[in-house]
């Protein structure tokens, strides 16, 4: 937790007096992505669990499909050989026309979003299958996922300031276990460390799951839910509409306002069982 959270001298004004403290803030920097040497993106995050989220980011987008197709994941050396801290370089284990082919038919999607949501969602649905499976979840134990989660959020108990991105397994409709939370300051990173940990752990697809994000849910974060295959995703906040209209095509569940021991579904309400 230590790279993620820096102390800064704060002035705290509390009842008409103030005092010289310390206040915990979570760490922002840079991460460069590269593919095979070379420069492939950069994402503002939070340090900590890099490497999960590079698999989780190339798998939503769709440059690898299995963890068999990601070679290594290595820290990038300086000039004088020491290891940069803001710096990865993946390998791939993909055929170079099927990797091309992927950047091209990815282009269209990232292209097209926010342009027009209706060719978003057409791109996504020729590039990720629609979840079907026979995954139920009692109601219940959906309302037990915040306590889970806000119970493993070590940073943000710290901080105050980040979020977050919870993975439960459902092995019947009255449990759920917590897989694996990520914290970052960018909520769909917290989606890729969560999902990049099941992709590096031979875990993906994950049909018998649950994916649980702190905030609101955009489109963005459907389609990565979409490419791990989970068929369940809740939010604390509210849905976009291009987030349900995409949940409904790919057929996702999607949970909203799961709090107060209360929830709102917006998609595919077969699968909870009240």
């Not at 007096?17 to 095979?36: K, T, W």
């Not at 026309?97 to 950047?103: D, G, K, P, V, Y």
């Not at 629609?130 to 070590?154: H, N």
């Not at 108990?157 to 939370?181: E, M, Q, Y």
């Amino acid at each position: 937790m230590s790279q993620a959270v820096k102390g800064y001298p704060a002035i705290k004004w509390r009842a008409g007096s103030s005092s010289h403290e310390s206040d915990n803030m979570v760490v922002e920097e840079p991460l460069e992505i590269r593919l095979g040497g070379r420069r492939f993106t950069i994402t503002m995050r939070t340090p900590g669990h890099d490497e999960e989220l590079a698999a989780g980011f190339l798998l939503a987008e769709g440059f690898v499909t299995a963890r068999n197709e990601i070679d290594e994941i290595r820290r990038v050396r300086g000039s004088k050989g020491e290891y940069e801290p803001n710096a990865l370089d993946v390998i791939l284990k993909v055929e170079s026309r099927a990797l091309s082919e992927r950047l091209k038919r990815n282009f269209v999607v990232s292209s097209s979003c926010g342009v027009c949501g209706k060719t978003s969602i057409e791109a996504l649905e020729r590039r990720l299958d629609r979840l079907k499976g026979d995954l139920r979840i009692a109601a219940t134990t959906v309302l037990g996922l915040p306590s889970q989660m806000r119970g493993a959020q070590e940073v943000f108990s710290a901080t105050g300031g980040l979020h977050a991105a919870a993975l439960f397994g459902v092995p019947r409709s009255d449990a759920a276990s917590l897989i694996v939370l990520r914290e970052d300051i960018g909520r769909h990173n917290a989606v890729d460390k969560s999902v990049g940990h099941a992709l590096m752990h031979n875990l993906i697809p994950l049909h018998r799951s649950v994916l649980m994000v702190s905030g609101r849910v955009s489109f963005e974060i459907v389609q990565k839910a979409a490419a791990a295959a989970i068929p369940i995703l809740c939010a604390v906040s509210a849905p976009s509409s291009l987030a349900i209209d995409l949940a409904e095509e790919l057929g996702i569940t999607l949970v909203g306002f799961l709090r107060d021991q209360g929830f709102n579904t917006y998609s595919h309400q077969q699968r909870i069982l009240m």
